[in-house]
T-cell receptor, first 116, second 114 residues
Framework: NAGVTQTPKFQVLKTGQSMTLQCAQDMNHNSMYWYRQDPGMGLRLIYYSASEGTTDKGEVPNGYNVSRLNKREFSLRLESAAPSQTSVYFC???????????????FGPGTRLTVL | DAKTTQPPSMDCAEGRAANLPCNHSTISGNEYVYWYRQIHSQGPQYIIHGLKNNETNEMASLIITEDRKSSTLILPHATLRDTAVYYCIVRLRRSGGSNYKLTFGKGTLLTVNP
C-alpha cells in the first residue's frame, strides 16, 4: 500500500493564480483532512471530510475549497492564490472502524507551496 | 477539546530514555490523549494514545496520571532518528462514525544527541 499520496511535491505560484492540490489514500479510510503548516507553527486544519459526500470547514478555511471526489480522493483548491497561503500542505486520512487505530490519522508527505 | 501545554524543546542522550511531559489540566472524562511526532520535512506520524490506563506499543509508552491532568510519553531507548517535534493532543472521542479532527499545537522539539 502506498498510504497517503500527494501531488505535486512542490509548487510555485504567482499571486492570483489558481491550482488544485491532489490527495489520494488506498487504505479504504472514511475520513480525510487538509492541514497547513507555517514555519514554527503546529498544523492547522483547513477542511475535512468525515465521509464520502461530506465536507466541513476547519480552523482556517478562507481562500480554499475542497472536493471529496470519491472515497479515495480529496482535493484542495486555491482559487486565487495569495502570499499568505505560502505554506506546507498536508493531507491525512483516518478510519473509524479499526479498534486499535481509532482516530489514528495517516499523513501524506506534504506539498510545499510558495506564492510570489 | 482540551488545551495542552508542552515544553518547547528538550534534549536527550542517545540510548537513554526520553521523557516528554504534557499538561492537560482541563481534560474531561471522555477525552483521549494522543501523541504524534513530526520528523523534519515529513508528515506527522501517530505514536500512541490512551484514555486513563498506561499504554505501551512498539514505539513508546504513555503514562497518564491518576487525575488525568498530565501525561508523559516515554521513548525507552532514544536514537538519533527520534529527533523530531512531538505533539500531545487531547480530543473527544465521538461515537457514531463522525469526524475525528486533531488540533495540533507547537509541540516539543526533542533533540537526541550522540
Amino acid at each position: 500500500n502506498a498510504g497517503v499520496t500527494q501531488t505535486p511535491k512542490f509548487q510555485v505560484l504567482k499571486t492570483g493564480q489558481s491550482m488544485t492540490l491532489q490527495c489520494a489514500q488506498d487504505m479504504n479510510h472514511n475520513s480525510m483532512y487538509w492541514y497547513r503548516q507555517d514555519p514554527g507553527m503546529g498544523l492547522r486544519l483547513i477542511y475535512y471530510s468525515a465521509s464520502e459526500g461530506t465536507t466541513d470547514k476547519g480552523e482556517v478555511p478562507n481562500g480554499y475549497n475542497v472536493s471529496r471526489l470519491n472515497k479515495r480522493e480529496f482535493s484542495l483548491r486555491l482559487e486565487s492564490a495569495a502570499p499568505s497561503q505560502t505554506s506546507v500542505y498536508f493531507c491525512a486520512s483516518s478510519t473509524v472502524h479499526v479498534a486499535r487505530a481509532e482516530n489514528e490519522q495517516f499523513f501524506g508527505p506534504g506539498t510545499r507551496l510558495t506564492v510570489l | 477539546d482540551a488545551k495542552t501545554t508542552q515544553p518547547p524543546s528538550m534534549d536527550c542522550a542517545e540510548g537513554r530514555a526520553a521523557n516528554l511531559p504534557c499538561n492537560h489540566s482541563t481534560i474531561s472524562g471522555n477525552e483521549y490523549v494522543y501523541w504524534y511526532r513530526q520528523i523534519h520535512s515529513q508528515g506527522p506520524q501517530y505514536i500512541i494514545h490512551g484514555l486513563k490506563n498506561n499504554e505501551t506499543n512498539e514505539m513508546a509508552s504513555l503514562i497518564i496520571t491518576e487525575d488525568r491532568k498530565s501525561s508523559t510519553l516515554i521513548l525507552p531507548h532514544a536514537t538519533l532518528r527520534d529527533t523530531a517535534v512531538y505533539y500531545c493532543i487531547v480530543r473527544l472521542r465521538r461515537s457514531g462514525g463522525s469526524n475525528y479532527k486533531l488540533t495540533f499545537g507547537k509541540g516539543t522539539l526533542l533533540t537526541v544527541n550522540p
